[in-house]
T-cell receptor, first 112, second 109 residues
Framework: DAEITQSPRHKITETGRQVTLACHQTWNHNNMFWYRQDLGHGLRLIHYSYGVQDTNKGEVSDGYSVSRSNTEDLPLTLESAASSQTSVYFC???????????FGPGTRLTVL | GQSLEQPSEVTAVEGAIVQINCTYQTSGFYGLSWYQQHDGGAPTFLSYNALDGLEETGRFSSFLSRSDSYGYLLLQELQMKDSASYFCAGNTGGFKTIFGAGTRLFVKA
């Protein structure tokens, strides 16, 4: 069965370190998204991609970057982790022309 | 700015009907989605309204009024398993989605 996975599921890191969160989907979807979820804010869009070599900034992109070298993967990098980036991160994907997004299980990141 | 407003909490009794409202203010708007999220889980898609009117999917229905910048999710025959958070989300163009802060639904026996 097609799926979307994230790794690691839990991560503790220190302020200033570079961290990369992985997202892999086997749906063959062109659209991929990264969100962070914090209490009281719902899901906020960090970056999104409509296909290979395409990346776009979302509403809270500062301090984050993504790259899309193939259809299946959209890794999210925190260049220099800050305590304000402690959050739960969700990756999602959708097919071209489809509004239904499929979410991964999430990564809980703690920055100390 | 772009925002979607929804109540923070709603409580209802098992077997009853509950409506979760969502009002939106976005610079571009192409449709309204609803997602369900149980504690510790990932959001799952419930419905999408591109046009005005009511869309029905089993016990769940979703409504959109573009002229009022308003939509709602209607849950009928509530079950305990419906206790979860529900998010409305606006498609602002190119499948870019802005989410509301979520409504936590408590279903009581």
């Amino acid at each position: 069965d097609a799926e979307i996975t994230q790794s690691p599921r839990h991560k503790i890191t220190e302020t200033g370190r570079q961290v990369t969160l992985a997202c892999h989907q086997t749906w063959n979807h062109n659209n991929m998204f990264w969100y962070r979820q914090d209490l009281g804010h719902g899901l906020r869009l960090i970056h999104y991609s409509y296909g290979v070599q395409d990346t776009n900034k979302g509403e809270v992109s500062d301090g984050y970057s993504v790259s899309r070298s193939n259809t299946e993967d959209l890794p999210l990098t925190l260049e220099s982790a800050a305590s304000s980036q402690t959050s739960v991160y969700f990756c999602a994907s959708s097919a071209t022309g489809d509004n239904e997004q499929f979410f991964g299980p999430g990564t809980r990141l703690t920055v100390l | 700015g772009q925002s979607l407003e929804q109540p923070s909490e709603v409580t209802a009794v098992e077997g009853a009907i509950v409506q979760i409202n969502c009002t939106y203010q976005t610079s571009g708007f192409y449709g309204l989605s609803w997602y369900q999220q149980h504690d510790g889980g990932a959001p799952t898609f419930l419905s999408y309204n591109a046009l005005d009117g009511l869309e029905e999917t089993g016990r769940f229905s979703s409504f959109l009024s573009r002229s009022d910048s308003y939509g709602y999710l209607l849950l009928q025959e509530l079950q305990m398993k419906d206790s979860a958070s529900y998010f409305c989300a606006g498609n602002t163009g190119g499948f870019k989605t802005i989410f509301g802060a979520g409504t936590r639904l408590f279903v009581k026996a």
